[in-house]
């Protein structure tokens, strides 16, 4: 019953911007860390940025200043909105949830995100 069903991937230009979505069944996301990550081939995994149950939100300095994480409790969808994208943004984004009341974990299978010109 829980999924993570992510959306928004696809080719964009250096410079340019992507929206990313992730839409949640099964659990509240206000009761979840909700995290996404990023790996590019070669590359180890990278947490890009990290929303807590709370609210509260945390970036990787390769991020800082040009992606924003944020929910929409209504539709119970996490977004991370990326501005200002380069060549090194481009992995595949995969989100990521870690309930509050149990020691679970749940990853979603990925989106591509292509930065190239």
């Known amino acids: 019953q829980v999924q993570l069903v992510e959306s928004g991937g696809g080719l964009v230009q250096p410079g340019g911007s992507l929206s990313l979505s992730c839409a949640a069944s099964?659990?509240?996301?206000?009761?979840?860390?909700m995290r996404w990550y990023r790996q590019a081939p070669g590359n180890e995994r990278e947490l890009a940025a990290i929303?807590?149950?709370?609210?509260?939100?945390e970036y990787a300095d390769s991020v800082k200043g040009r992606f924003t994480i944020s929910r929409d409790n209504a539709k119970n969808t996490v977004y991370l909105q990326m501005n200002s994208l380069k060549p090194e943004d481009t992995a595949v984004y995969t989100c990521h949830a870690k309930l509050s009341w149990a020691s679970i974990e749940y990853w979603g299978q990925g989106t591509q995100v292509t930065v190239s010109s």
């Open positions: 099964g659990f509240i996301i206000g009761y979840a860390d």
């Open positions: 929303m807590t149950d709370g609210g509260s939100t």
